[in-house]
């Protein structure tokens, strides 16, 4: 046993004492040269975070038979919508107050896409560039103060 091993074994047995149980023993030196290569924990939580995420982002669940995936962003007033199209396509978008729902892009099939917060529909704007539909709906405000209601009492 060398010198390293020796001191290790004595801090162990003190912490034991400390402690008042019994640990497990002590890792071998062949255990601690395998935990030096740490590259599999970035691999682990990876997997891990792509089986506990949904496959969702930013409230739009893209469609299998679709190409078009929307990037969804939220400004202090505003909420933004990104979609990547073709120049063939000839959207119609349809706002609602908590989605968007855009035909034309797939045959037949309407995209909707789910917002973060509720929206001013007929305050949006929608604008195409480079192979980029962008779509910019103000924010609704909620009133937080309360209302108050008389009781009546029968």
């Keep these: ?3 390293d091993d020796s001191l290790n074994q004595a801090r162990w047995e003190a912490l034991e004492s400390i402690l ?7 890792p071998s030196k062949q ?3 395998m935990w030096k ?14 089986k506990s995420i949904p496959k969702k982002w930013g409230g739009h669940e893209p469609n ?3 190409k078009h995936t929307a990037e969804v962003f939220e400004t202090h007033n505003y909420v933004i ?3 990547k199209m073709n120049d063939q396509a000839n959207p119609n978008v349809k706002i609602r107050t908590d989605q968007i729902k855009i035909e034309g892009l797939v045959k037949n099939k309407a995209q909707i896409i ?7 529909p007929s305050g949006s704007r929608a604008s195409y560039k480079d192979g980029i539909l962008q779509i910019k ?5 909620i009133n937080k103060s309360y209302h108050e209601v008389n009781v009546r009492y029968l």
Aim: proline residues 7%; charged residues 30%.
């Design 1 to 3: 046993m060398s010198r």
């Design 31 to 33: 255990q601690m040269e």
């Design 114 to 120: 789910k917002l973060p917060c509720h929206v001013i």
């Design 20 to 26: 008042g149980s019994k640990l497990p023993a002590l």
């Design 64 to 66: 299998p038979s679709s």
């Design 37 to 50: 290569d740490t590259s599999w924990v970035g691999d682990y939580v990876e997997k891990v975070l792509e």
């Design 137 to 141: 709906m103000k924010k609704k405000k």
């Design 81 to 83: 919508v990104k979609l």
